[in-house]
């Protein structure tokens, strides 16, 4: 898996993947943000700990995954990582930084010197952005000095634990909207930022959605960073203020003749807002445009659609779009469908970008190995809860491929040998070892990338669109079970037969300091 | 209520003001932020068709409030005016944002133009962060030009919706530790950055507990951002790091002989960590420090504490302290109390930082009058859900106490009389008008303060210190059957009668165009 290419070949790749961070770094979200401090105490109390103690600079290894998909979900989109990158590239303490970690009075200068020299040296392996993760798979492998990787646990979790959540959530949403038999196409529009937990949360929550397969936000900060299409019309405030509602229609038509969506329930949607519509419709015909859409933001979405379907058909206006927006999330939207709403587009606010039911993802940075005598030696953390005990050394993780299908994901100790395809491989539970299938004639692929080697960047962040591509592509390869929102099908992720003993010999050695009490 | 002061003494608060928000501007969450586009892209194509149709300068006012507590409390803290403050302070659009709503194609020049030359010119009047606040009341008022009104809903609501929130949620957990009868001072600390939803969440997160009552955060930028006390000590990964856990208990109380907490939970708490811990505590006492505290992160917290506290105490450590981490929120902190748990200080992640039963507050932005004729005319937006209708017109929130206990609070217009508290005052609710109470030699608190006037600011931002201490003040005049965090009592929020009659008869006008169907 070493990253072998002719030195030119290498150089470029460091230069592409600069100039690409050095854009990435330009954009309004981004720009002018002074982050080193965006950590908890702890992290610079056990950096100055190791520092003083001469550790810091040991070399260790330390995994970032998740223990339990949330929302009930079958697999997690993996996000964050350009955040992660744009902030390992810009990690300094400047004076500023310096001076107030003097005020704590906790630290002595020479840490304080030595932190003012602070970069980060280390390797990162990562999961691409886009990719479907499982529980306990490395989404990303910090490895290098003891100081640096504990330093930047705190900033590296939050950024990953909050896009890879609004990813996910936003693609159960998006799972939602396509399951209509009728409207299979009907596009999930992001429009949160009002609910959102502040600034951060609604642009990059906007960027995480984008990426899982909503069509657009309404968030122009978002739009402007990150090229998101953006979307939106008028409020109720609009209709509001005109002295009626087919005044307020005509107005926005007027100054949008070739985009207007006309909101439809501030009186009365059957009554007053679909009559309206119809009439600005036709006018807008004889000009020699077609009104795009009619927007319902409360009621009964599912009988309000119906009917506004048909008396728009019935005007011959079937070519007029019907957008809901209105307190929904994956559940309403479902239950819409299933009882036959006429829906073309989906407007979807708080409990997407808050992933209301389960606002957070637990995202955790556990240590797998550390240097002793100039040898990386595995580790282990035990737990009463044996689900939390984690899984030792310096992993690699494998998808495995039947017919294009992925069949199973395989973490393996990074340094074992390659598969061969072309022979049997066993595949065991890893708790319940006689489940068990053998494989053959598969495809192997390693889903962590290079991203860091020795501190210098060798990968070229992706743009936008190629990470949308990567989600719609990795998830086709699952079987509709495994992506189905309720009671998943527990997709395999197994551990190597020599990763498996490996773990079971450090459990069984494993003898806590106790006294005899 | 108008403002009267000479003009050199107005002049002196404006000044005062302005070199506040300076100094704010210049903290590290603040600066170089780039937010004029933090907005919906539909409040730019209403500004625009405002501004087409030539009535974007038409006054208008609009309230922001809530409709319902979060989370079952009885209250909201109403916070996050600084952050509104700022933005508005800074509102501009660049070349850089013009451009990009250029690229849109839907906005002209004369527009673009127009925009470009965009300030914020109207009035805010708003109340003081820090403040208990209940539904339906207004805790800004805007009133201005239609087009500036408008464009800043959207970030304003974030800013008022998030910090609120987890002032309110923090404040639930608070509580719920000063409740501890054996442990009335325990502190709850703020330890939730990993699990934030991203950066600005994590930070203004902290500011907001930190204003509603919580001691101190682990996190570093809210600490230098906000002066807020940063606490910490160390991980799982230090204790891991040594070759056993009494290495690491010593090497971290050599580091920090003079505040030191050590986490005992990571082999086995009663077997392992008190046992070293109390070593420790020893040998530190040798060298005349005192170890301050153990943490315990996991397993059966009331069990677990118990049991620590007696072998601590049975050592003579009964001045070393226990904190709890681990999941905890407000039931469970409440429940570990019932149960006898011995704990000192209350560490809070996840369940804080992102308000995990409750994730928003639907603060909404309403348009309650606007100019006609040269005449502010009061609106309504009526609904068929009953508890959507809006109070109309430009009002004031009065909080009235009797015997130095708030009693009620009334919305009023805001050009009624002021009150006489000699005279006896009839309160009546505004659904179920027969129930009526009477008042008499009661004090009154106008709860809105003018922050803007004509755009110029107006208002001295104050220190945290100043807003901790109002939550504080603002708590304690209430009952604690309304300070309950279940089921407590409603406090009484009231029309008065101009407001009241005013709202029946905008309520019986109201004509929404029907054709006859």
Redesign the interface.
């Known amino acids: 898996m070493a990253l072998r290419h002719a030195r030119g070949a290498e150089e470029e790749i460091k230069a592409r993947a600069q100039a690409r961070i050095e854009e990435i770094s330009a954009l309004?979200?981004y720009?002018?943000?002074?982050?080193p401090?965006?950590?908890?105490?702890?992290?610079?109390?056990?950096m100055?700990?190791?520092f003083?103690?001469g550790?810091h600079r040991?070399r260790?290894v330390?995994d970032l995954f998740y223990r339990a998909n949330p929302c009930g979900n079958g697999f997690v989109i993996a996000a964050g990582l350009e955040q992660v990158v744009w902030y390992l590239y810009h990690l300094r303490f400047g004076p500023?930084?310096i001076a107030?970690?003097r005020s704590?009075r906790?630290f002595p200068e020479d840490f304080l010197t030595w932190l003012a020299e602070f970069r980060f040296t280390g390797d990162l392996y990562a999961v691409p952005e886009g990719t479907v993760v499982f529980p306990n798979e490395p989404i990303l492998r910090f490895e290098g000095p003891?100081a640096e990787v504990?330093l930047v646990?705190?900033?590296v979790?939050?950024?990953i634990?909050?896009?890879s959540?609004?990813a996910t959530k936003a693609r159960r949403i998006v799972e939602a909207a396509r399951s209509d038999p009728r409207h299979p196409d009907a596009p999930v529009l992001e429009?949160g930022?009002?609910?959102?937990?502040?600034?951060?949360?609604?642009?990059?929550?906007a960027r995480a959605a984008y990426i899982a397969g909503c069509a657009g936000t309404?968030?122009?900060?978002a739009?402007?960073s990150f090229g998101i299409p953006?979307?939106?019309?008028?409020?109720?405030?609009?209709i509001?203020?005109f002295p009626?509602?087919?005044d307020a229609f005509r107005?926005?038509a007027?100054?949008?003749p070739d985009?207007t969506t006309l909101l439809v329930d501030?009186?009365?949607v059957l009554?007053?807002g679909i009559?309206?519509a119809i009439t600005v419709a036709k006018e807008l015909e004889a000009r020699g445009y077609r009104l795009r859409a009619v927007r319902i933001d409360?009621?009964d979405l599912a009988y309000l659609s119906k009917r506004a379907r048909a008396m728009l058909d019935a005007a011959g206006l079937s070519y007029v779009g019907i957008i809901a927006s209105s307190d929904l999330d994956e559940r309403t939207i479902r239950d819409l469908i299933l009882q036959g709403a006429e829906i073309n587009a989906w407007g979807v606010g708080?409990h997407l970008i808050?992933?209301?039911d389960c606002?957070?993802?637990?995202?955790v940075?556990?240590?797998a190995a550390?240097e002793e005598d100039g040898v990386l030696q595995p580790?282990i953390?035990?737990?009463?809860?044996a689900a939390k005990v984690t899984n030792p050394g310096k992993k690699k993780v494998l998808r495995l491929y039947v017919d294009g299908q992925a069949s199973a994901d395989l973490i393996a100790l990074d340094d074992e040998p390659d598969l061969n395809p072309a022979e049997p491989l066993e595949l065991f539970d890893p708790v319940h070892t006689y489940k068990r299938k053998v494989i053959q004639d598969y495809q192997v692929e390693p889903l962590l990338v290079p991203v860091f080697l020795g501190g210098q960047l060798v990968y070229e962040l992706p743009d936008i669109a190629a990470i949308r591509r990567r989600v719609e592509e990795s998830l086709a390869k699952f079987s509709s079970e495994v992506r189905r929102p309720i009671n998943p099908h527990i997709y395999h992720v197994d551990l190597s037969l020599p990763l498996w003993e490996l773990k079971q010999r450090l459990l069984h050695q494993m003898r806590?300091?106790?006294?005899q009490?």
Chains 1, 2 share one sequence.
């Open positions: 309004p979200v720009r002018g943000r002074s982050v401090l965006l950590t908890d105490l702890y992290q610079l109390t056990m100055y700990g190791h003083r103690a550790k040991q260790v330390f500023e930084e107030y970690l704590l906790q003891l504990q646990e705190s900033a979790l939050t950024f634990n909050h896009q959540l609004i429009m930022l009002r609910r959102a937990q502040n600034m951060d949360a609604a642009v990059f929550g309404s968030n122009l900060l739009g402007q953006v979307v939106g019309t008028q409020g109720h405030s609009w509001q203020s009626s509602e087919i107005a926005y007027d100054a949008f985009a501030t009186y009365d009554r007053s009559p309206n409360s009621g708080t808050t992933s209301y606002p957070a993802l637990g995202g940075f556990k240590l550390k580790c953390k035990v737990s009463e809860n806590p300091v106790r006294p009490t």
